[in-house]
């Protein structure tokens, strides 16, 4: 597929996909959700990739939310079609056997800051600055916002943002527990590398169960989810890399995973 809206780089064990479009500040509009969809869909299939940092071009946004004039002129078949492909790209980034970063350079609004919600861990520039703003607009959040967000927040923090739709910059998101941390903007990308680049050192089978551990589990009662926890255990015992990092260990030496 050919890529017009998104950038797709790699750097060894790391991709980077930046939505690039900051003429319209990275809003996201049918073929930038489907340029989406195909980069996460392509990413999950390449083992040597080990961890994704998602990021918005130009120095103002992540993602200013889903392109408001491309949605104007959707009727209603269109706009459900919109939303589907929407959740699948949201779906896409959580099914993702990698890490997900969100490197959030700016705003993060509605559909964008949704996005954000679908990463497992959410970096912010100290320009940063999230909101659900779509009450503005006589709507209701879309693309999971509404289930993501209290999940991350606590209900009330959340009621707070979807009925308010204020916007709340990187400090307010740290505060909260929306952001895991804030940086400078110029730090930012690197921040994420050094993160990402610590997660690629480490086992990819026991980093992938831990993802699908951690969402799956997400999704069930706790004494479910802890049974649930204990056969993704015993599926790293059928790993090589395991018996490899506890060989190391007792080795006093560092491990050498092979994904296998
Ligand atoms: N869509 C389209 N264009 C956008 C945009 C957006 N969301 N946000 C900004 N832009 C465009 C502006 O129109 C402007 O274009 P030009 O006039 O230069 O052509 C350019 O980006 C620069 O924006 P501004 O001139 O407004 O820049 P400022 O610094 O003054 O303001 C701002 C920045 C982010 C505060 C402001 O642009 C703004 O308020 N943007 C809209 C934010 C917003 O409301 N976002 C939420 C969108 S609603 C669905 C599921 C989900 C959704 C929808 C449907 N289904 C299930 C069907 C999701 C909905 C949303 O995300």
Redesign the pocket.
């Known amino acids: 597929m050919e890529l017009h809206n998104v950038r797709l780089e790699k750097e060894g064990a790391v991709a980077v996909v930046v939505i690039d479009r900051p ?3 990275n ?2 509009n049918y073929d930038t959700l489907k340029e989406l969809l195909y980069c996460f869909k392509t990413l999950a299939q390449e083992k040597e990739i080990g961890a994704i940092i998602l990021t918005g071009g130009g120095e ?2 992540f993602v ?8 104007q002129e ?1 009727n209603g078949l269109e ?2 079609e ?3 492909l ?2 699948a790209v949201m779906a896409a980034i959580e099914d993702a056997p990698q890490p997900v970063i969100a490197a959030v350079n700016g ?1 993060a ?4 800051c ?1 996005l954000s919600l679908a990463c497992d861990i959410r970096v912010a520039s100290e320009t940063a ?1 999230f ?1 659900q ?2 009450v ?2 006589g ?1 209701i ?3 999971g916002g509404t289930q993501r967000l209290p999940r991350i927040v606590g209900k009330g923090i959340a009621c707070e943002l979807l009925y308010t739709g204020d ?1 709340i910059d990187a400090a307010e998101a740290l505060r909260i527990g929306l952001v895991n941390k804030v940086v400078a903007t110029d730090e930012l990308l690197d921040t994420c590398r050094v993160m990402a680049s610590k997660i690629t050192a480490k086992g990819p089978i026991a980093i992938r169960l831990c993802k699908e551990t951690v969402n799956n589990g997400m999704q069930m009662d706790i004494t479910r989810a802890n049974r649930y926890e204990a056969t993704q255990f015993g599926q790293c015992f059928a790993s090589e890399d395991q018996k490899e990092g506890m060989k190391a260990f007792l080795e006093k030496r560092k491990p050498s995973f092979q994904g296998k």
């Open positions: 003429k319209a500040l809003a996201l103002k946004a200013a939310g889903a392109d408001i004039s491309y949605m959707l706009g459900a919109f939303g589907a929407g959740h705003f609004l509605g559909g964008g949704e600055k909101g703003p779509e503005n607009l709507v959040p879309g693309f916007m």
